[in-house]
């Protein structure tokens, strides 16, 4: 063996990250080089281990001075690529499309699919849920998107809107206070007939599954998008004087507390927010304000509300605090 060999062997057998099997390989090359004049019996017994595995190391050494295990077959396929790319393009098909009652595959309605081909043999559900893992896809899974039926018209209303977002602190500091508006509605007020329980050792929490309704609340909320303030009152009903009475008693003293000179609402077109009333209605605050505060309004494009910041905050709202909704008593 050279010096570079010896160095690499050892380097082998002191690594903490060497498997264990390399490690012993690596030591008996070492020791049949250090001791030639030992045999194969004498050097398993030295080092803890069999001299049929002495003998296979010290033989494949000679023949290819490697340690790895020699590649190995395996057991022949059973099914081709090209029943396996029909399985693929299957999952990749909506399950209408192969005249099936389902809105999404999974592993064993896939694999019952391929069942009903008289070209296709018959495959088990794990063996069609290694494919798809192989390739990636996941048909049991599904997310939401929405098309934008005018591209010029969404771009005219939401970059306004997406620019006074990014330069909402600077326009703070001008006078200018972006707010996002919106209403989280119908939360179901629910107490449970017993209070949640906390986790233990190998359980989740636990939660009532019989409740009592107390009612239902719509939260109507703003953001304040420079420094992420949230200001919120909850109503029993959803209608234009509801937000009206939002605005007036939490966002305008919030604004001249401020002492700012402009308030930018950011609005969905909602009908609580009553877009042909509302012009109207503002202009009649700044009168009341004498003149302190101007208002402006960003009306979002249709059905693109998840434009809105105050949205996020409702998304927190509903994952930390309000799913599974049990409010407890007295609360």
Same mark, same amino acid.
């Given at each position: 063996m050279t010096d570079a060999e010896v160095r690499d062997l050892e380097h082998l057998v002191r690594a903490h990250t060497t498997a264990q099997a390399v490690a012993l390989r690596a030591r008996i090359i070492l020791q049949a080089h250090t001791h030639?004049? /030992?045999?194969?019996?004498? =050097?398993a017994l030295a080092l803890g281990t069999t001299d049929r595995t002495v003998r296979k190391w010290r033989g494949q050494w000679v023949k290819t001075h490697q340690l790895a295990d020699a590649p190995r077959s395996g057991a022949p396929r059973r099914f081709s690529p090209q029943v396996r790319a029909q399985v693929t393009a299957i999952a990749c098909s909506l399950p209408k499309q192969e005249h099936i009652s389902l809105l999404r595959w999974s592993r064993a309605?896939?694999?019952r699919r391929v069942a009903q081909d008289p070209a296709l043999p018959r495959i088990s559900a794990s063996t069609v849920g290694r494919w798809l893992k192989a390739e990636r896809l996941r048909p049991w899974r599904s997310h939401s998107w929405q098309h934008i039926h005018d591209p010029l018209t969404f771009l005219q209303r939401a970059r306004p809107v997406l620019e006074?977002?990014?330069?909402?602190?600077?326009?703070?500091?001008?006078g200018t206070w972006l707010v996002s508006l919106d209403e989280k509605t119908s939360i179901q007020v629910r107490e449970g007939e017993q209070l949640p329980?906390?986790?233990?050792?190998? /359980?989740?929490? &636990?939660?009532?599954?019989?409740?009592?309704?107390?009612?239902?609340?719509?939260?109507?909320?703003? +953001?304040?998008?420079?420094d992420g303030k949230v200001y919120g009152t909850c109503r029993q009903r959803k209608c234009f004087v509801d937000f009206q009475a939002f605005v007036q008693q939490d966002i305008i003293p919030e604004? =001249?507390?401020?002492?700012?000179?402009?308030?930018? &609402?950011? =609005?969905?077109?909602?009908?609580?927010?009553?877009? /042909?009333? +509302?012009?109207?209605? =503002? /202009?009649?605050?700044?009168?009341?304000?004498?003149?302190?505060?101007?208002?402006?309004?960003?009306?979002?494009?249709?059905?693109?509300?998840? +434009?809105?910041?105050?949205?996020?905050?409702?998304? +927190? &709202?509903?994952?930390k605090c309000l799913q599974p909704t049990d409010l407890g008593r007295g609360k």
């Amino acid at each position: 063996m050279t010096d570079a060999e010896v160095r690499d062997l050892e380097h082998l057998v002191r690594a903490h990250t060497t498997a264990q099997a390399v490690a012993l390989r690596a030591r008996i090359i070492l020791q049949a080089h250090t001791h030639p004049e /030992k045999s194969n019996q004498q =050097l398993a017994l030295a080092l803890g281990t069999t001299d049929r595995t002495v003998r296979k190391w010290r033989g494949q050494w000679v023949k290819t001075h490697q340690l790895a295990d020699a590649p190995r077959s395996g057991a022949p396929r059973r099914f081709s690529p090209q029943v396996r790319a029909q399985v693929t393009a299957i999952a990749c098909s909506l399950p209408k499309q192969e005249h099936i009652s389902l809105l999404r595959w999974s592993r064993a309605e896939l694999a019952r699919r391929v069942a009903q081909d008289p070209a296709l043999p018959r495959i088990s559900a794990s063996t069609v849920g290694r494919w798809l893992k192989a390739e990636r896809l996941r048909p049991w899974r599904s997310h939401s998107w929405q098309h934008i039926h005018d591209p010029l018209t969404f771009l005219q209303r939401a970059r306004p809107v997406l620019e006074a977002d990014a330069q909402a602190r600077a326009l703070l500091r001008a006078g200018t206070w972006l707010v996002s508006l919106d209403e989280k509605t119908s939360i179901q007020v629910r107490e449970g007939e017993q209070l949640p329980r906390p986790v233990r050792s190998g /359980k989740p929490m &636990l939660h009532e599954a019989r409740y009592q309704r107390r009612g239902a609340r719509h939260l109507f909320a703003g +953001l304040s998008i420079a420094d992420g303030k949230v200001y919120g009152t909850c109503r029993q009903r959803k209608c234009f004087v509801d937000f009206q009475a939002f605005v007036q008693q939490d966002i305008i003293p919030e604004a =001249l507390r401020r002492q700012v000179q402009t308030v930018t &609402l950011i =609005l969905d077109n909602g009908t609580t927010h009553a877009p /042909k009333q +509302l012009e109207r209605w =503002l /202009k009649a605050q700044e009168q009341a304000c004498e003149g302190r505060l101007r208002f402006q309004v960003h009306w979002l494009p249709p059905n693109v509300s998840w +434009l809105d910041q105050i949205e996020i905050w409702f998304s +927190l &709202l509903q994952r930390k605090c309000l799913q599974p909704t049990d409010l407890g008593r007295g609360k």
